[in-house]
C-alpha cells in the first residue's frame, strides 16, 4: 500500500518488460512518469536523484527481509 507523494513502477525503468497493475483503495490521482523522464531527472536534479536512490534502497531492505521471512517461517 502507498500513501501520498509515493511513487512506484520502478522496475519499469529497467530495460525488461514489466507489467502490473494497480488499484487504489481510496480517490487518488496518478500521474504516469516516462522512463526517459525520470532518467533525465535523476541526472539532472539532485533533490530528486538522492529521493529516488532512498526509495529504491529501502525497497530492496523490504525485499530482503521478506525473503529472509518466507525462508525462516514455516
Request: hydrophobic share 45%; aromatic share 6%.
Amino acid at each position: 500500500v502507498h500513501g501520498p507523494g509515493t511513487f512506484f513502477g520502478a522496475r519499469s525503468l529497467a530495460e525488461e518488460v514489466h507489467n502490473t497493475t494497480a488499484t487504489a483503495l481510496l480517490k487518488s490521482a496518478v500521474v504516469r512518469v516516462s522512463k526517459s523522464a525520470v532518467h533525465t531527472l535523476v541526472r539532472t536534479d539532485p533533490t530528486f536523484a538522492r529521493q529516488f536512490a532512498m526509495h529504491m534502497m529501502r525497497r530492496a531492505a523490504r525485499l530482503e527481509e521478506d525473503q529472509i521471512d518466507r525462508a525462516i517461517l514455516p
